[in-house]
């Protein structure tokens, strides 16, 4: 099988390049797998990741078989950019090796354990939803204040003087820092009978 070969540092980390390429060398040679794309990202996270791209359009150029990565960090900036990456991978068939983790999706017990991640991403996030929505219940039982700041409504008496010299809602909006709709509902509440 031809093999790429992921390996990503950031700047203040470059002593580990070696060891993760050395690693990722020796594990290819005991597969009998031959490194044709050997692909080294040195960045922050934040930063673009001209290596990986090359990565991928050697994918998606059936350049390459399996790509071999030290850990699942090195290869996504997130689980959801990282599942997306391996969802990419699997679509094209090739196959995925993270050696820290030891997952290997070249095999049928691999491929079935890379969809955990993915639950468990999910489940993260359904918890998530569950305690904002619990935690806006409670607010709301306790009469607390809940949701964004209300900061255009603190600016009403001026959008209503502005609006009495005959400003224009743009001009009123820019002019106070606030969005157009929150002038616009500003002026209907104070006036219902207003409908611009």
């Known amino acids: 099988?031809?093999?790429?070969?992921?390996?990503?540092?950031?700047?203040?980390?470059?002593?580990?390049?070696?060891?993760?390429?050395?690693?990722?060398?020796?594990?290819?040679?005991?597969?009998?797998?031959?490194?044709?794309?050997?692909?080294?990202?040195?960045?922050?996270?934040?930063?673009?990741?001209?290596?990986?791209?090359?990565?991928?359009?050697?994918?998606?150029?059936?350049?390459?078989?399996?790509?071999?990565?030290?850990?699942?960090?090195?290869?996504?900036?997130?689980?959801?950019?990282?599942?997306?990456?391996?969802?990419?991978?699997?679509?094209?068939?090739?196959?995925?090796?993270?050696l820290t983790e030891a997952l290997d999706l070249t095999t049928p017990t691999g491929r079935a354990m890379a969809g955990l991640p993915a639950i468990f991403a999910e489940f993260e996030r359904e918890i998530l939803r569950e305690r904002v929505r619990a935690g806006i219940a409670q607010a709301r039982k306790e009469g607390r204040p809940h949701g964004r700041p209300p900061t255009a409504s603190l600016k009403a008496d001026e959008v209503l003087r502005l609006k009495a010299e005959q400003m224009s809602h743009s001009e009123i909006a820019r002019r106070l820092g606030i969005g157009r709709t929150s002038v616009r509902r500003i002026l209907v509440e104070s006036w219902p009978g207003l409908r611009q």
């Open 1 to 98: 099988m031809r093999a790429a070969l992921y390996a990503r540092v950031s700047t203040h980390d470059q002593q580990t390049l070696g060891l993760q390429s050395d690693s990722m060398s020796a594990y290819i040679r005991n597969r009998g797998w031959k490194v044709v794309s050997p692909i080294k990202d040195i960045g922050s996270g934040a930063t673009g990741r001209p290596g990986r791209e090359e990565l991928l359009k050697a994918a998606r150029r059936r350049e390459i078989d399996v790509v071999v990565v030290w850990r699942l960090d090195r290869c996504g900036r997130s689980v959801a950019d990282l599942m997306t990456t391996l969802r990419e991978l699997n679509d094209l068939g090739v196959g995925f090796v993270s």
